[in-house]
T-cell receptor, first 116, second 113 residues
Framework: DAGVTQSPTHLIKTRGQHVTLRCSPISGHKSVSWYQQVLGQGPQFIFQYYEKEERGRGNFPDRFSARQFPNYSSELNVNALLLGDSALYLC???????????????FGPGTRLLVL | GESVGLHLPTLSVQEGDNSIINCAYSNSASDYFIWYKQESGKGPQFIID?????DKRQGQRVTVLLNKTVKHLSLQIAATQPGDSAVYFC????????????FGAGTRLAVHP
């Protein structure tokens, strides 16, 4: 079975542009979470979606938005890019929403975004 | 506050030795912890988890210990191999109706032959 897939793998943008990152969860997984990982740091939680609804949001500005589709895939959108948005963007999927804390999140390889 | 940190940023060990990676957490209400391994160019890979009602859990060559009194977590890797070289993160589950992982900064494990 395929794991979590993300596209593109790498992306270069300039300040002020917008970007859309895509994620396909593991087959059968209904929940998708997005994390930002700046070089040398641990991942930081951005969003969690379950059944197409936003269930949680981290401390990120409104320039960051996301959505989940009926097939449970997800997009992360970032508008008005800043240099500080350069990071590895990780998508993780789990079977359920996570009411039970043992719902393991499985990560994709990430999309590396560079903002110039 | 919500934070998970690590005592050592880099750990160097000889192949075949045992490795111990430590982690401190600050949220006493957290009740679930996970260790992830991240190799260069890859996403974090689940290693092992532990609930707060447990003190110890063992997997294949790995053991996680939880000391709730001092809010400390450790990952022990037996007979460390070159393939174990990676950055290791502990993550804390924050309650609130969904699984929000709070990661620490990570410890780099370097295994030398």
């Amino acid at each position: 079975d395929a794991g979590v897939t993300q596209s593109p793998t790498h992306l270069i943008k300039t300040r002020g542009q917008h970007v859309t990152l895509r994620c396909s969860p593991i087959s059968g997984h209904k929940s998708v979470s997005w994390y930002q990982q700046v070089l040398g740091q641990g991942p930081q939680f951005i969003f969690q979606y379950y059944e197409k609804e936003e269930r949680g949001r981290g401390n990120f500005p409104d320039r960051f938005s996301a959505r989940q589709f009926p097939n449970y895939s997800s997009e992360l959108n970032v508008n008005a890019l800043l240099l500080g948005d350069s990071a590895l963007y990780l998508c993780a999927s789990s079977q359920e929403q996570g009411r039970f804390r043992s719902e393991t999140q499985y990560f994709g390889p990430g999309t590396r975004l560079l903002v110039l | 506050g919500e934070s998970v940190g690590l005592h050592l940023p880099t750990l160097s060990v000889q192949e075949g030795d045992n490795s111990i990676i430590n982690c401190a957490y600050s949220n006493s209400a957290s009740d679930y912890f996970i260790w992830y391994k991240q190799e260069s160019g890859k996403g974090p890979q689940f290693i092992i988890d532990i609930r707060s009602n447990m003190d110890k859990r063992q997997g294949q060559r790995v053991t996680v210990l939880l000391n709730k009194t001092v809010k400390h977590l450790s990952l022990q890797i037996a007979a460390t191999q070159p393939g174990d070289s990676a950055v290791y993160f502990c993550a804390e589950i924050i309650s609130g109706g969904y699984n929000k992982l709070i990661f620490g900064a990570g410890t780099r494990l370097a295994v030398h032959p």
